[in-house]
């Protein structure tokens, strides 16, 4: 491995998971984004190359969430900011999948090994949250720790933030549909209610805490029956004109549910087995061409490694 | 064992246990209720005595939960009701430790076991539901189900209910401390608003999740810092009016924590071994002699046994 520079792996995340509005996600193992990073003798953190996005993204460092999130790292060391930056997009941008938070945690991550600074996750954590905040507009962590710490991820509160990785048994296969409508995350965080009845509160209670509990102990019908989301997925299913048909075929499949994966458009449905995974995305796939909607399918198992180095 | 009578015995239950309002309980070892059920001749279900009730309990085999219950699975078998009840209650009435589901509870599970019938937890809680339900004026199962369960039980939801057993490997003590004060649990569900905020509603998910994967992985710290309740308890706090005062006290003798036991006024405080669960028994007894309020106060390991026969 050259020490002047290093290619890093970051995936794309399911957040919310259904009952999980804010406090949960989980990683996948395709699509993730790819960032470079070589020391350069500048002095200065620059981004050259942007590859993937359509032009959507800033190439002013302190407008693009993986130089936010590494420059905020870099500060708190005290450490020269001397690097050129090369970010591939690997999946759509405000498709739900964590787009931001991956090439927020891309650059740390990088930064981490290239420099062999042996920081921790918790560490690295503050910094990705800082580069994604400036792409949601407040901290979110149900992107950025599932990306960085891989598995299923719990948040218990925020006051302060309070990471839980659940270390799930489980093997799970994830489909996930990225159908090319836009969703913007503002518009998506605007329809939802302000106010829940007690009953909701409840019932969104009950169905996270039984997620977690299928989680740990490999309950695939808890897991199953627990993935209901009363305060999100009744009124986001609303802005992708197909999700009910959709999600109504895809059930037919064996997938153990299908939900929206963050704030949509793209949805997922997790499954038991590699051939369920395949069957549901065929099933995707029909329903989308009749709908003559463009579309990328990715099928993954869950990833419970995390950002990883790339040769 | 005489086959013609059994005596058994019903735990009491803590409900809620901080942020699983209506979804989760546990099971202590003490206090609980007692019902001996003997065959009569008479061809019909009798109350022929009751304890400990201060004259609170109607002797009318309709309108007691134990009867209630117990002729509810009667009736569902095509049986014949030919028996006396006797009901030794050994905890206060509108105590907030389960007190009408410990009875009931107990009078299905009677019945089950004097008449050999063999029925699975899940056919006696539904006859316990409606048993309870008598008392409290609609169907809560978070203190029948632990009850009847034993242990630490999660309810996924009502429609239909469905009881998840967390077989947590954890050993957990709980100290309950009873003031000597009413609260009517039809006003401690008045005084709860009927809509909470989004960020109140992600909090009370977060952290019966957490709580649940606390349980679940043994970890102590989390369990501690999990039993936050935003719904119940910063409002039903308030019809108890030493509640600050005695928690503060609790939380500096090395408790996990402490809350509310069901709507009250019984509070609750959890410990990872008995000299702890000791130390805040005293420190209970120091604020309420203070505070000249009679109590009784109850130390006992968590109970995975649920109810039991006894000679």
Tied chains: 1, 2.
Excluded: W
């Amino acid at each position: 491995m050259n020490t002047d520079s290093v290619k890093v792996f970051a995936p794309a995340t399911v957040s919310n998971v259904g009952p999980g509005f804010d406090i949960m996600g989980f990683a996948l193992y395709e699509p993730g984004d790819e960032v470079i990073l070589k020391k350069n003798n500048t002095g200065k953190l620059r981004i050259v190359d942007i590859t993937g996005d359509n032009g959507k993204l800033s190439y002013s460092p302190a407008e693009n969430t993986v130089t936010i999130a590494m420059k905020s790292l870099l500060n708190e060391l005290e450490l020269p900011d001397n690097f050129d930056v090369v970010l591939n997009k690997k999946m759509g941008i405000g498709s739900g999948l964590g787009s931001s938070a991956a090439s927020a945690v891309a650059g740390v991550f990088a930064l981490n090994k290239l420099l062999g600074l042996n920081l921790s996750n918790d560490m690295l954590l503050n910094h990705a949250l800082i580069g994604e905040k400036f792409a949601s507009g407040s901290i979110h962590a149900d992107n950025v720790a599932p990306c960085l710490y891989g598995g299923f991820i719990l948040i218990r509160g925020y006051e302060p933030i309070d990471i839980i990785p659940l270390n799930s048994p489980v093997e799970l296969y994830c489909t996930a549909v990225y159908p090319d409508i836009e969703i913007k995350t503002s518009e998506a965080r605007k329809i939802l209610p302000q106010m829940y009845s007690i009953n909701d509160t409840i019932k969104q209670a009950g169905n996270s805490a039984a997620l977690v509990a299928g989680l740990l102990t490999s309950n695939f019908e808890l897991i199953s029956r627990s993935i209901v989301d009363v305060v999100a997925e009744p009124y986001r299913s609303k802005l992708i004109p197909f999700y009910n048909k959709l999600r109504d075929v895809v059930l037919t499949t064996g997938a153990l549910n299908c939900n929206i994966s963050g704030s949509g458009p793209t949805m997922f449905a997790l499954s038991a087995n590699p051939e369920t995974a395949e069957k549901i995305a065929e099933s995707m796939k029909t329903v989308l061409n009749e709908e003559n909607v463009n579309h990328n399918i990715y099928i993954s198992r869950v990833n419970k490694t995390g950002p990883e180095v790339r040769e």
